[in-house]
Nanobody, 127 residues
Framework: QMWLVESGGGSVQTGGSLRLSCARS????????MAWFRQAPGEEREGVAV????????TYAEEVEGRFTISHVNDKNTLYLQMESLKPEDTATYYC????????????????????WGQGTQVTVAS
């Protein structure tokens, strides 16, 4: 079993920045594929960025490439998402997700590829 708890959401103006955190606890795996997803009202949950816990396999959705940075700190078991140059279309509930799979299988796939989820944190970007 694994537990994920997000924090760091909030409201900002267009062009602002936020950093999301996701604290992981529970069973200790040798490696975990971790991702950020987001879901706006009436929309499907979409992948934003993914990373393996050793720092490899970092991949971004085209919509956030160059503006968001995903990172993982092993000794804190914490995943981060640094978001810069935020736009109103980034407004959504952001979810942390995890899958205890081998590194080679860590990709920014669909929500079905991840078996553990946090409760979500709201990000609102005002125009």
């Amino acid at each position: 079993q694994m537990w994920l708890v997000e924090s760091g959401g909030g409201s900002v103006q267009t062009g602002g920045s936020l950093r999301l955190s996701c604290a992981r606890s529970g069973r200790d795996y040798s490696g975990v594929c971790m991702a950020w997803f987001r879901q706006a009202p009436g929309e499907e949950r979409e992948g934003v960025a993914v990373i393996y816990t050793d720092g490899s396999r970092a991949t971004y959705a085209e919509e956030v490439e160059g503006r968001f940075t995903i990172s993982h700190v092993n000794d804190k078991n914490t995943l981060y998402l640094q978001m810069e140059s935020l736009k109103p279309e980034d407004t959504a509930t952001y979810y942390c997700a995890a899958a205890p799979v081998p590194r080679a299988l860590c990709e920014l796939g669909t929500a079905d590829d991840f078996s553990y989820w946090g409760q979500g944190t709201q990000v609102t970007v005002a125009s």
